[in-house]
């Protein structure tokens, strides 16, 4: 994948896939310490030790449809450029994935379009997203279960939603601004 | 700009809502697994989004799913519709969903090129 953030898309699906109700994502870029880095902590049902071994193997999976080369993908991403790689679950109570990434590295892509990403997350209706993004020392957060409460019945793909929340997330997630401030 | 201001947003919808009983016609569901993705679902989500936003679709709802085995066809899309059968599209590039938007949601005729098949 040619963006990072496609990365994280795909990692978080496997979260809604594992049943998790409440999946937070920390994205990090850090210009002083060369990294940039996600996690993406769940609260699914989570693997035992058997398939936490297995999970990184190539078409692997624990799904019946799915060609299981996420995961892989982004190990060998982490291994191949010097970062690091770690995944920790335990049955019944979640799992977590984290990877650090050496940011100048030319074979590392781009975190590419993190308000679109930010936008396509907000969109899974079965699970609530909390996407904390810090850059040098700036933080900003958006969560979708606080959108939901305010929303109530009302859906998320009304025109007048769909406005407001890309609208929101420019004025929260502006780059332009976050660098300025470092 | 303030999430507090989503809720005047959401006191205008919910009348809306009540005036046509709340019901949607057509649910889009995004195929959003690791080959749908890479073949560039987020953006054929964002077009969707966007499609509906300028047109004004109140009665449309976007959802995701996982992977559904078609890694050849993606992104893949399944448009649901009141009583009539489940239509699920392949290669839904940004402009193939500009058109599903426009001659099947909003003409009721399916772009029959990118049909891969139909489920009651």
Same mark, same amino acid.
């Given at each position: 994948m040619d963006e990072l953030s496609l990365h994280i898309i795909d990692i978080v699906h496997n979260s809604v896939s594992a049943g998790a109700k409440n999946i937070e994502v920390i994205i990090i870029e850090n210009d002083k310490k060369d990294i940039i880095s996600f996690e993406v902590i769940d609260d699914g049902k989570g693997m035992d030790e058997e398939i936490l071994k297995k999970v990184?193997?190539? &078409? &692997?999976?624990?799904?019946?449809?799915?060609?299981?080369?996420?995961?892989?993908?982004?190990?060998?991403?982490?291994?191949?450029t010097g970062g690091s790689f770690e995944i920790k679950s335990k049955l019944g109570e979640g799992t977590s994935l984290k990877v650090i990434l050496p940011k100048s590295n030319?074979?590392?892509?781009?975190?590419?379009?993190?308000?679109?990403?930010?936008?396509?997350?907000? &969109?899974?209706?079965?699970?609530?997203?909390?996407?904390?993004y810090k850059k040098n020392n700036v933080e900003k957060v958006i969560d979708s279960k606080k959108i939901k409460e305010i929303l109530g019945e009302v859906p998320l793909s009304n025109p007048d939603v769909i406005k407001f929340l890309k609208k929101y997330i420019n004025s929260e997630f502006n780059l332009k601004e976050v660098n300025n401030e470092t | 700009m303030k999430l507090e201001d989503l809720r005047k947003i959401r006191e205008k919808v919910k009348e809306e809502m009540r005036l046509r009983e709340g019901k949607a016609r057509v649910k889009i569901v995004i195929g959003m697994g690791t080959s749908g993705i890479a073949a560039g679902a987020r953006e054929t989500l964002k077009t969707f989004l966007e499609e509906i936003e300028k047109r004004n679709l109140k009665d449309v709802i976007?959802?995701?799913?996982?992977?559904?085995?078609?890694?050849?066809?993606?992104?893949?899309?399944?448009?649901?519709?009141?009583?009539?059968?489940?239509?699920?599209?392949?290669?839904?590039?940004?402009?193939?969903?500009?058109?599903?938007?426009?001659?099947?949601?909003?003409?009721?005729?399916?772009v029959s090129e990118y049909v891969i098949s139909t489920e009651k």
């Amino acid at each position: 994948m040619d963006e990072l953030s496609l990365h994280i898309i795909d990692i978080v699906h496997n979260s809604v896939s594992a049943g998790a109700k409440n999946i937070e994502v920390i994205i990090i870029e850090n210009d002083k310490k060369d990294i940039i880095s996600f996690e993406v902590i769940d609260d699914g049902k989570g693997m035992d030790e058997e398939i936490l071994k297995k999970v990184t193997d190539p &078409f &692997f999976t624990t799904r019946d449809k799915k060609v299981g080369l996420g995961i892989p993908l982004l190990k060998q991403l982490a291994e191949s450029t010097g970062g690091s790689f770690e995944i920790k679950s335990k049955l019944g109570e979640g799992t977590s994935l984290k990877v650090i990434l050496p940011k100048s590295n030319p074979d590392i892509p781009p975190l590419g379009n993190l308000n679109d990403t930010i936008l396509n997350l907000l &969109f899974i209706e079965d699970s609530n997203i909390k996407i904390i993004y810090k850059k040098n020392n700036v933080e900003k957060v958006i969560d979708s279960k606080k959108i939901k409460e305010i929303l109530g019945e009302v859906p998320l793909s009304n025109p007048d939603v769909i406005k407001f929340l890309k609208k929101y997330i420019n004025s929260e997630f502006n780059l332009k601004e976050v660098n300025n401030e470092t | 700009m303030k999430l507090e201001d989503l809720r005047k947003i959401r006191e205008k919808v919910k009348e809306e809502m009540r005036l046509r009983e709340g019901k949607a016609r057509v649910k889009i569901v995004i195929g959003m697994g690791t080959s749908g993705i890479a073949a560039g679902a987020r953006e054929t989500l964002k077009t969707f989004l966007e499609e509906i936003e300028k047109r004004n679709l109140k009665d449309v709802i976007i959802t995701q799913t996982g992977e559904r085995g078609l890694a050849s066809k993606e992104p893949v899309v399944v448009i649901e519709e009141t009583d009539k059968p489940k239509i699920i599209y392949g290669d839904v590039t940004p402009e193939v969903a500009k058109r599903i938007i426009v001659e099947h949601i909003i003409n009721g005729i399916p772009v029959s090129e990118y049909v891969i098949s139909t489920e009651k």
